[in-house]
C-alpha cells in the first residue's frame, strides 16, 4: 500500500525567501506525481505534474524535483510571495490502476 | 474551457438522513474521482471512473456510499444514511485519462448534525 508523507505539516517564512517543500512516498514505482495548491475553502489547482521518466518540471517560480529510487519529490518555490500562502499538497499514481494517493500537505505561510 | 462544476456547494442534514453530490466534469475528461477530504487531511480516494466504469472503489464504505457515472459524463456520489463522520468536503476532479493532471470541481461541504 502507497503511502504519502510530507514534510514539514507547516512552513513559515519571510517574503522573499526561497524554500523547499519535502515529499516522500513508500513504493517508488510510481507512473506520475502531481503537486497541487489548495486556498482555504477552495478546491485545489494544480502546479506541476511529474512523470515517472522525469527528473524535473518547470513553471514559472516553480520546481519540482522527482528521485524515484529513494522516492522523494520536492517543490522549490523561488523569491516566495505573500500569494504563495497556501496548503501545498503532492499526490503519486501508482498500481494496476495508477491508483492516486495524497499526503496531508504542508501549510505555508509568507509574511510580508 | 469550463472548468469542473459540483453542487451543491453546502449542506446540512441530520444524521441518518441521506445526501447526493452532483459533479460535470470537463468535456472530454475520461476519468472521475470522488474524494473525501476531513479537516487537516489530503483528499482520500472514494472511487475512481474510466468513463463510465469504475476502475477504483476500494476505500468506498459500499454500505452507505454510492456512485454512479451516467452515459461517461456527469456523477452523482450518495450518502445513505448519513454518520456524523461522514462531515467533509466531498471533491470531484477529472482528467483526460488516468494518471494525467488532475482538475478540481471547489468541492462540497457536508455537515452532519
Known amino acids: 500500500k502507497q503511502e504519502v508523507t510530507q514534510i514539514p505539516a507547516a512552513l513559515s517564512v519571510p517574503e522573499g525567501e526561497n524554500l523547499v517543500l519535502n515529499c516522500s512516498f513508500t513504493?517508488?514505482?510510481?507512473?506520475?506525481l502531481q503537486w497541487f495548491r489548495q486556498d482555504p475553502g477552495k478546491g485545489l489547482t494544480s502546479l506541476l505534474l511529474i512523470q515517472s521518466s522525469q527528473r524535473e518540471q518547470t513553471s514559472g517560480r516553480l520546481n519540482a524535483s522527482l528521485d524515484k529510487s529513494s522516492g522523494r519529490s520536492t517543490l522549490y518555490i523561488a523569491a516566495s510571495q505573500p500569494g504563495d500562502s497556501a496548503t501545498y499538497l503532492c499526490a503519486v499514481y501508482s498500481g494496476g490502476y495508477q491508483k492516486v494517493t495524497f499526503g496531508i500537505g504542508t501549510k505555508l505561510q509568507v509574511i510580508p | 474551457e469550463a472548468g469542473v462544476a459540483q453542487s451543491p456547494r453546502y449542506k446540512i442534514i441530520e444524521k441518518r438522513q441521506s445526501v447526493a453530490f452532483w459533479c460535470n466534469p470537463i468535456s472530454g475528461h475520461a476519468t472521475l474521482y470522488w474524494y473525501q477530504q476531513i479537516l487537516g487531511q489530503g483528499p482520500k480516494l472514494l472511487i475512481q471512473f474510466q468513463n463510465n466504469g469504475v476502475v477504483d472503489d476500494s476505500q468506498l464504505p459500499k454500505d452507505r456510499f454510492s456512485a454512479e457515472r451516467l452515459k461517461g459524463v456527469d456523477s452523482t456520489l450518495k450518502i445513505q444514511p448519513a454518520k456524523l463522520e461522514d462531515s467533509a468536503v466531498y471533491l470531484c476532479a477529472s482528467s483526460l485519462d488516468r494518471a494525467e493532471t488532475q482538475y478540481f470541481g471547489p468541492g462540497t461541504r457536508l455537515l452532519v448534525l
Open positions: 513504493d517508488s514505482a510510481i507512473y506520475n
